[in-house]
């Protein structure tokens, strides 16, 4: 839940309410101190997603993920007067309207400079996601500015769920999601498909714009849908200006405009203030394949030699990394030097281990099977056993160690927000972080060791299962989760693992 600041006399209750309908009725009032702590607060309590980059955290900490950017230290960070933005901002030859005022320069102040390491990772997202985003809106003859409402949204995380179960780069609820023709079961769920979700915001845009006939009004509805846009309006007279009925809106919905205008401007202007994207594992260039069969993605991982993250990163439609093609074909994206290799050994691929991936009967069980939602240990980090406190928040404990709520729920599998004062966290933290805390490495074990005929594997940071089994003859991961009756493939440092490698 978003924190208020609470104040105890009305009357200052009313000063506040008075400051903000001036600022927004008149856009040359400077923003209040007060106003400023708001939007701090608003944008800070929100940033679990914009620091939830799901593939950048294979291999960047999330609290510098501008390293090795080289910072150009002769453009100076400061603070530009007004004019500038004005002239910046009417520069930007947009079709939606983007005008300023003291909210907006918030927020752009906010990407641009308290932020500005997370808008370099955006930017690089942008290379992968945006010429999807670009081409479908063109289909559907919209402006191409809205390609900057996921940044908004999800921050480019198509895996990203919301406190309430938005879900994906576009972020639909279930019912919208549904009402648009989006596939969600236990297996497949569309609203993290980036080209597939994209088409249904693109038609729910549209019908947006049919009841306003204003886009700014648009972009507002899509966050908090048309129903409350309509009671603001109502509110305000009948209004339909968004700045004449921005305090009648929810309040998480206030910033969603002025946030948008400011993406807009960091993305064009990012040089200017010292912002450079940072580069991406994902491949830039993919293809596309239409499967018919029962598959795995560890199939075409362990066949192809394609790391399975990679796979995970171009289809996190595939919730338990299984493509259920059964009474419909499904796409399979791959990197595009992949697609010929497929091609050649479909039939090797789909033969691969299916006995071991699918049971006879082919029937599935999720259980043995990687879900996209979980999140690697860290390569080099260290564990640290947390106690909760009281007063805890999964916010508050993930800022403190340098994670991110999602990491902590991943790792300790916690579901929502709710934790319990006493219990006890796994989190694994940065070297950094670690010598801050006065946290040392456990000693490094050899690798293994022989014990009562068997293998006896010491899980170091970066395994997973699957490249663990690689290091043992004729072993699989399946071989492992049998033999240490592991409810999961996912595995910990310092945890032993007894293996049997085949002669």
Known sequence: ?????????????????????????NPAIKDSTLERISLSMDFNNNLDSLLNLWYVQQSVDSNNLIVGIEIDSTLPIINLPDSVYIKRLARINSAIDLPYNSIVRSYISMYTHNKKDLVGVMMGLSDYYFPIFEEILDIYQLPQEFRFLPIIESALNPRAVSRVGATGLWQF??????????????????????????????????????????????????????????????????????????????????????AFIAANYAYYYHKEHNIKPQAINVPLTSDTL?????????????????????????????????????????????????????????????????????????????????????????????????????????????????????????????????????????????????????????????????EAGYIVHTVKAGDTLWTIARQYPGVSGDDIIKINNLKSDRVYPGQTLKIKPKS
């Open 173 to 258: 609820m279930y019912g919208t999601g549904r009402m648009y023709k989006l596939t969600i079961n236990s297996y497949v769920d569309e609203r993290r498909d980036p080209i597939a979700s994209t088409h249904a915001a693109a038609r729910f845009i549209k019908d947006l714009y049919s009841i306003y006939k204003d886009w700014t009004l648009v972009i507002a509805a899509y966050n908090c849908g048309p129903g409350n846009v309509n009671k603001a309006i109502r509110r305000a007279g009948g209004k339909k200006n968004y700045w004449d009925i921005y305090y009648y809106l929810p309040r998480e919905t206030r910033g969603y405009v002025p």
């Open 290 to 450: 239409m499967v018919n069969k029962l598959l795995h993605l560890q199939q075409v991982s362990e066949v192809l030699g394609i790391p399975i993250n990679l796979i995970r990163d171009l289809n996190p439609q595939f919730k338990l990394d299984i493509i259920p093609a059964r009474e419909r074909a499904f796409a399979l994206k791959l990197p595009v030097d992949a697609v010929g290799s497929f091609i050649d050994k479909e039939k090797e691929i789909f033969a691969y281990k299916d006995s071991v991936f699918f049971n006879r009967k082919n029937s599935i069980n999720p259980i043995k099977y990687t879900s996209s939602y979980q999140y690697d240990v860290p390569a080099g980090s260290v564990k640290y056993d947390y106690r909760v406190q009281s007063g805890d928040v999964l916010g508050t404990i993930a800022e403190r160690f340098g994670v991110t709520a999602s990491q902590l729920r991943s790792w300790n599998n916690i579901y929502g927000n709710m934790i319990r004062v006493n219990q006890k966290l796994a989190i694994y933290v940065s070297p950094r972080v670690a010598a801050q805390l006065g946290i040392t490495a456990p000693k490094q074990q050899s690798t293994s060791k022989v």
């Open 1 to 25: 839940m978003k924190k208020f600041i609470k104040y105890p006399a009305i009357i200052v209750c009313v000063l506040i309410f008075n400051s903000i309908r001036a600022q927004v009725s």
